[in-house]
Each structure stands twice: as C-alpha cells, then as structure tokens.
C-alpha cells in the first residue's frame, strides 16, 4: 500500500468528481503549479492508483429502464464450476458487474436491462439455464440515492 499525503488525495477526490477536469484547473484546486500537479497525476497513473478514466452514460437515455441485483448460487462450488459460471456470464451483455462474493451465495450480478420483459428473458432464458446455477435472487433497483461508481 501506498502512502498518500494531503495532496495526492485532494488530486484523487478532485478526479472522483471530474475526470475530465484540466490540468490546470486542477492544480489550482489543490494548490500546486501545473507541472507539479501533472508529475503528481502521472505517478498515481503509474503506480496503478488511477487505472483509468471513464464515460459515466446516463442509463435512461441509453435505454436502460430496469436494473437488479442478483445473488447467484452455484449448484458446485468447484473452481471449474466458478469458470465456466464465469464464461458464460462475461458474455451476457445484461451483466455490467460480476462479483465472486462471501456469503451463502457465490456471486453478486449488476444487470441492466431496457425493461422487466427484458429482464425475465435474461432471467429464465440466460441465467436460468445455467447448469451450474442453483439459486437466483433478485433484488430491484428502485432508485439510488447514492452511486458513485463511474
């Protein structure tokens, strides 16, 4: 683990919130000269801190109208069981996140999907016929207060 001082973790909150934000403007916000502040971002990025930067769609207008949690239990809990549960879903487009988890279930799903018939075709058609999927419980996104994944 890194030791991060002020600065460097003023830098990452300011790229949280806008990682489109310029070199400049950034410096100013944590009070470094461009220069410094660029060297600063590139070690970060070097060192593996910042693994990249991303577009954050805005769901809805992409047509996304329904979106779950599903808790995903497998019928084997051996590693090729794991793989090929793994396979399959990573190509599942519906699937935005997998992950292995603790727990009485092994995986954790993000699923994004236009709407609920959408949804129940990937549910029954995709994930259902899994051999090895054992268990599936749905969790519906209602709203989200509070999602700072981007």
Known sequence: MTDFDQIDRKILRA????????????AEKVGLSPSACLRRVQELERIGV????????????????????????????????????????????????????TGTVEYLLRVEASD???YKHFHTEVLG??????????????????????
């Open 15 to 26: 790229l949280l919130t806008d990682g489109r934000i310029s070199n400049l403007h950034l």
């Open 50 to 101: 910042i693994k990249g930067y991303r577009t954050v769609l805005d769901g809805a207008q992409m047509g996304v109208g329904f979106v779950a949690y599903i808790a995903v239990g497998l019928s084997n809990h051996t590693k090729a069981s794991q793989e090929a549960f793994e396979r399959s879903i990573s190509r599942a487009p519906e699937v935005v996140e997998c992950h292995n988890i």
């Open 116 to 118: 609920l018939t959408a």
């Open 129 to 150: 016929v899994l051999p090895q999927v054992n268990a599936i419980t749905s969790y519906v996104v209602m709203g989200s207060p509070k999602d700072l994944r981007a």
